[in-house]
């Protein structure tokens, strides 16, 4: 990203919700004045991690297609990471209902040809990951998503790296999915096996924001140190009073902001616009609570852009080199717009999707249909960290949306 501090900032946040107490047991919250607490008989179940992954880097750019220091395709690209993790007990509420659930935090290394223009940069992130469907006793096939920051790139410079125009910053976000075959080989030790895929992106906080997309394979292995062995707990199911799940309607008020880099064209000729611009917005989005794992909703959203329909208010169109803006009227900058969402839940994260357009709008900029994808992570039983990104007309990379959110008529025993 533009900021590392921002970005710092989002994975504490992210880390304080995986690992504080008060965000661990929030998971155990009932609906009433009663507290249901984890039992000392059933700990969390850890997980300790290493996953190798080489990759097909995908020629989205010249720079990527032999336009480089190497005069060559760049192809290969390879991953080493380190991870911890953390299920909750089967036999506790939050994992009768996610048994096969883990998340945690990682580490990784990652290499590129032609490191010395793109760099060797380092992930930390948080991840998240359960099982598909069972293959055999001992076999099942599973997902699992990452996300958060990578550091240490080398981005382009109009002097020092001037080729490399797909990598615009030194942080930039990492954001992971992948499918895979788990073997446990015993209760202890497992190993898996698959693909996935990979994108690196500055969220439009930069130029040049071209973005890397990697495709790639994965092999692991996971030792754990305390698993669940069935003969050690038999019986002690019937002390945790499992919970219902009522159907219900609940409420996310998101407020958020970012900012942003521009691009303008100036008789056919892109430009950069000077400086960054701000973004602000907020969401209100009533959601049906169909299950433990799924709701969908509407989404009310207001975002106002400083950057929007800046195009048609230049102040020096005959010296672009050097551009000045006068500022728009409010109405171009500020677009109110419905949404159709759908959110994935699952303990401490949930995952939330959504497309809409801006009926009250003026401005080519804020036409068309607008994209969301977001993670939600639980800080408390009704708070959550919010990280957002909005693409348009499922294309044009728009901006980020980094804020909080609180869940009014939050019915769930377990979030």
């Not at 155990?28 to 850890?46: C, K």
């Not at 930039?172 to 994108?199: C, I, Q, R």
């Not at 551009?323 to 109405?331: A, C, D, I, S, T």
């Not at 969402?341 to 303990?347: A, F, L, S």
Request: proline fraction near 6%; hydrophobic fraction near 40%; glycine fraction near 10%.
């Amino acid at each position: 990203m533009g900021s590392n501090k921002s970005w710092l900032a989002i994975l504490l946040g992210t880390a304080y919700a995986l690992f504080s107490p008060s965000a661990i047991f929030a998971q155990q919250t009932e609906t009433d004045s009663t507290r249901l607490r984890l039992p000392d008989s059933f700990p969390i179940v850890q997980r300790i991690g290493i996953d190798l992954r080489p990759t097909y880097i995908a020629p989205t750019h010249e720079f990527l297609r032999g336009t480089n220091n190497k005069q060559h395709a760049l192809r290969k690209a390879f991953s080493a990471h380190l991870k911890w993790a953390f299920q909750f007990h089967p036999f506790s509420e939050t994992g009768s209902i996610y048994p096969h659930t883990y998340q945690g935090i990682g580490l990784s290394y990652n290499s590129f040809e032609s490191a010395q223009e793109i760099g060797s940069p380092t992930a930390l992130y948080v991840f998240q990951g359960s099982r598909i469907a069972r293959l055999g006793r001992n076999l099942s096939l599973n997902y699992e998503w990452n996300f958060g920051a990578a550091f240490g790139w080398n981005p382009y410079d109009p002097y020092d790296n001037v080729n490399n125009r797909v990598i615009g910053s030194k942080v930039n976000a990492y954001l992971n999915v992948g499918f895979f075959v788990d073997w446990k080989l015993s209760p202890h030790w497992s190993m898996n096996a698959g693909a996935d895929l990979t994108h690196y992106s500055n969220g439009n906080t930069k130029f040049p924001n071209s973005g890397l997309n990697l495709i790639g394979g994965r092999i692991g292995l996971v030792y754990t140190p305390n698993p669940v062995i069935p003969e050690t707990v038999a019986g002690q199911s019937a002390t945790i009073p499992m919970s219902g799940f009522r159907e219900h309607i609940s409420y996310d008020v998101v407020v958020y902001g970012a900012w942003k880099r521009k691009g303008v064209f100036i008789d056919g000729q892109g430009y950069l616009a000077p400086g960054t611009f701000a973004v602000a917005g907020f969401n209100f989005n009533p959601m049906y609570n169909f299950s433990h794992r799924l709701k969908a909703g509407l989404s009310l959203d207001f975002q106002y852009d400083e950057s929007a329909n800046i195009e048609q208010w230049i102040a020096t169109p005959e010296t672009p080199d050097d551009l000045k803006f006068y500022r728009p009227p409010f109405r171009q900058q500020a677009g109110l717009g419905l949404s159709v969402r759908g959110e994935y839940v699952m303990p401490i994260f949930a995952i939330n999707l959504g497309i809409g357009g801006n009926f009250i709008r003026r401005g080519k900029d804020l036409k068309g249909l607008y994209q969301i994808l977001a993670l939600k992570c639980s800080l408390t039983r009704n708070v959550f960290l919010h990280v957002g990104y909005q693409l348009r007309d499922f294309h044009t990379p728009n901006n980020l949306m980094l804020g909080l959110g609180y869940r009014f008529h939050n019915l769930r025993r377990t979030h």
